[in-house]
T-cell receptor, first 116, second 113 residues
Framework: NAGVTQTPKFQVLKTGQSMTLQCAQD?????MSWYRQDPGMGLRLIHY???????DQGEVPNGYNVSRSTTEDFPLRLLSAAPSQTSVYFC???????????????FGNGTRLTVT | AQSVTQPDIHITVSEGASLELRCNYS??????LFWYVQSPGQGLQLLLK??????LVQGIKGFEAEFKRSQSSFNLRKPSVHWSDAAEYFC???????????FGSGTRLQVQP
């Protein structure tokens, strides 16, 4: 199994541009999420989904949109990129929502985004 | 609000020495606790987890962690560090009914030969 696959690995955008970070998992996980990682701040949750058609906001959702049309895919959209969105983005999936089983989060290898 | 504190930003140990990385959480409910490791340019890999039961849990790569409810801590330990253990380590906390993990800010481990 491939696990959690993120594309692209690296991206440079100009302020105001839009783009979509792709995330796909082949483990039939219900739960998928997006985190951003910034130095000294750990990982902060952007958006998450507990199943197809269901999404919700995390800790830092502003400037990002998500959708979940299939179980496998959970793309993250930046509508108008800002330098503050320069970060490393991680997609992570889990079998179900927390509290219903003890399976761990599985992470992709990340997308390093620079906004100039 | 729940929070996770990793008080050590950077730790350097000699190869073969023992290691303890600290993690404290704040919340009233019984937590789910995790330690993840991140090598440069990679995603996060699960080292170990605590959900219930025995408070001393064993993980991969020779790591273990002990849940101490009275101290709200979940410290990670390894008796003898290898050069390949150099990485960043993250503690994370989750709770029943909440839909996300809260991560600490990480501890970067450097191993001296």
């Amino acid at each position: 199994n491939a696990g959690v696959t993120q594309t692209p690995k690296f991206q440079v955008l100009k302020t105001g541009q839009s783009m979509t970070l792709q995330c796909a998992q082949d483990m039939n996980h219900e739960y998928m999420s997006w985190y951003r990682q910034d130095p000294g701040m750990g990982l902060r949750l952007i958006h998450y989904s507990v199943g197809a058609g269901i999404t919700d906001q995390g800790e830092v959702p502003n400037g990002y949109n998500v959708s979940r049309s299939t179980t496998e895919d959970f793309p993250l959209r930046l509508l108008s990129a800002a330098p503050s969105q320069t970060s490393v983005y991680f997609c992570a999936s889990r079998l179900t929502g927390f509290g219903t089983d003890n399976s761990p989060l599985h992470f992709g290898n990340g997308t390093r985004l620079t906004v100039t | 609000a729940q929070s996770v504190t990793q008080p050590d930003i950077h730790i350097t140990v000699s190869e073969g020495a023992s290691l303890e990385l600290r993690c404290n959480y704040s919340y009233g409910a019984t937590p789910y606790l995790f330690w993840y490791v991140q090598s440069p340019g990679q995603g996060l890999q699960l080292l170990l987890k605590y959900f219930s039961g025995d408070t001393l849990v064993q993980g991969i790569k020779g790591f273990e962690a002990e849940f101490k409810r009275s101290q709200s801590s979940f410290n990670l330990r390894k008796p003898s560090v290898h050069w390949s253990d150099a990485a960043e380590y993250f503690c994370a906390v989750g709770y029943t009914g909440r839909r996300a993990l809260t991560f600490g800010s990480g501890t970067r481990l450097q191993v001296q030969p």
